[in-house]
Antibody, heavy 115, light 110 residues
Framework: EVQLVESGGGLVQPGGSLRLSCSAS????????MHWVRQAPGKGLEYVSA????????YYADSVKGRFTISRDNSKNTLYLQVSSLRADDTAVYYC????????WGQGTLVTVSS | QAVVTQEPSLTVSPGGTVTLTCGSS?????????PYWFQQKPGQAPRTLIY???NKHSWTPARFSGSLLGGKAALTLSGAQPEDEAEYYC??????????FGGGTQLTVL
């Protein structure tokens, strides 16, 4: 059974940083691109970032480019999102999603940016 | 970055048929945009219904189908059930750029 479990969210002050993690199991992690998607409270889905299976290619939404960094450790079956220079409008639930069909979503981790 | 547009809200009668659409500010939506459709109910993570225009996952009810229609991606629900009341999002991919979600369609079954 495929499982994606996000962690690392929490309350952070504006300008602060966090590292979000997504632990994957039940599939050959290195064979799949992975995505991060976020959803602000009461708002729609926003595509954040993607990474290829070997980590060689990455994509970022304009809203996070230069502030967020996606990475993966295929030996640990774990996806990461380093979020920095956080702003209030980064407050959201962050989901990781398995690529190629987007068949599996994690339950999300909440990041709250507030002083 | 492209803008992806969806109807903000639609209503369908139980047993009825409704089509949700997904347009792109860059022009006609094609299979090369690899359209996806997601369903999200309150308090839950999204669930993927359709990928690559018309492909279904094993859990996608047969009453949902995806297609291209009039230059847009379309999600058709035939025989609506009360449990289909939810928010529906589409996602389009753009070559060399991040994918973009539509703003979502709130579907009411009434």
């Amino acid at each position: 059974e495929v499982q994606l479990v996000e962690s690392g969210g929490g309350l952070v002050q504006p300008g602060g940083s966090l590292r979000l993690s997504c632990s994957a199991s039940g599939f050959t992690f290195s064979s799949y691109p992975m995505h991060w998607v976020r959803q602000a409270p009461g708002k729609g889905l926003e595509y954040v970032s993607a990474i290829s299976g070997n980590g060689g290619s990455t994509y970022y939404a304009d809203s996070v480019k230069g502030r967020f960094t996606i990475s993966r450790d295929n030996s640990k079956n774990t996806l990461y999102l380093q979020v920095s220079s956080l702003r209030a409008d980064d407050t959201a639930v962050y989901y990781c999603v398995k690529g190629n069909g987007w068949g599996n979503w994690g339950q999300g981790t909440l990041v709250t940016v507030s002083s | 970055q492209a803008v992806v547009t969806q109807e903000p809200s639609l209503t369908v009668s139980p047993g009825g048929t409704v089509t949700l659409t997904c347009g792109s500010s860059t022009g006609a939506v094609t299979s090369g945009h690899y359209p996806y459709w997601f369903q999200q109910k309150p308090g839950q993570a999204p669930r993927t219904l359709i990928y690559d225009t018309s492909n279904k996952h094993s859990w996608t009810p047969a009453r949902f189908s995806g297609s291209l229609l009039g230059g847009k991606a379309a999600l058709t629900l035939s025989g609506a059930q009360p449990e289909d009341e939810a928010e529906y999002y589409c996602l389009l991919s753009y070559s060399g750029a991040p994918a973009v979600f539509g703003g979502g369609t709130q579907l009411t079954v009434l």
